[in-house]
Nanobody, 123 residues
Framework: QVQLVVSGGGLVQAGGSLRLSCAAS????????VGWFRQAPGKEREFVTT????????RYADSVKGRFTISRDNAKNTVYLQMNSLKPEDTAVYYC????????????????WGQGTQVTVSS
């Protein structure tokens, strides 16, 4: 089955930037939608953004619009999340999810999940 390797997390000051990568192995994800979710301590996991298989359509949670950008390179079987103007409230474990037939915010639509990477934004 598809395995997703997530990287790029770390510690950054407020206003800084990070770029997360989600690389698939074992099976191509080029024909499926891919999404990013995050979970902060003591909170439920929430939707961040998603992208269609073609990369032509993207959707974002209101909390990250204008600051985060999702993109994909199907030739590399990789999806990226560029995070700019980071805020302390962005602190969370970020998860990549793949295998959905559509770009959706519903977790149940995704068949494969990465291990997650910690993003910490200091004030």
């Amino acid at each position: 089955q598809v395995q997703l390797v997530v990287s790029g997390g770390g510690l950054v000051q407020a206003g800084g930037s990070l770029r997360l990568s989600c690389a698939a192995s074992g099976r191509t994800i080029s024909t499926t939608a891919v999404g990013w979710f995050r979970q902060a301590p003591g909170k439920e996991r929430e939707f961040v953004t998603t992208i269609t298989w073609s990369g032509r359509t993207t959707r974002y949670a209101d909390s990250v619009k204008g600051r985060f950008t999702i993109s994909r390179d199907n030739a590399k079987n990789t999806v990226y999340l560029q995070m700019n103007s980071l805020k302390p409230e962005d602190t969370a474990v970020y998860y990549c999810a793949a295998g959905s037939l559509i770009a959706t915010d519903l977790e149940s639509s995704y068949d494969y999940w990465g291990q997650g990477t910690q993003v910490t934004v200091s004030s």
